[in-house]
């Protein structure tokens, strides 16, 4: 099952893709990574930190829209991981 994450369309989060559980049982670690996400949401920036996991940062999206974000990670020991999750745009609205 794919992880859901949830935001509102003007919020800008930073969401994470961890590989740590994998890596460390292999010694092994993060080279590079691309991240993609599907029309509609803004991936600001993507990068590896500390070689176990990689940060994205978001903006946008539609109201009532879920968008799949993937990344795929190469590893120094040339193993390709894929990462997948959802993110789910609701707006919360407040009645004073």
């Keep these: 099952m794919i992880k859901t994450f949830y935001k509102q369309p003007r919020e ?3 969401f994470d893709f961890l590989f740590a559980d994998f890596l460390k049982s292999r010694t092994d670690s993060l080279a590079s ?3 993609t996400a599907e029309a509609g949401i ?3 920036s993507a990068f590896v930190i ?3 996991f990689v940060k ?3 903006s946008g999206g539609v109201n ?3 968008y799949l974000v993937t990344c795929i990670a190469t590893t120094v020991g040339g193993r ?3 990462a997948e999750f959802f993110i789910a745009i609701k707006e919360i609205s407040r009645t004073v």
């Design 12 to 14: 800008v989060l930073d």
């Design 33 to 35: 990574a691309s991240v």
């Design 42 to 44: 803004t991936l600001n």
């Design 50 to 52: 500390d070689a176990s």
């Design 56 to 58: 994205v940062f978001t």
């Design 64 to 66: 009532g829209q879920k």
């Design 80 to 82: 390709v991981l894929e």
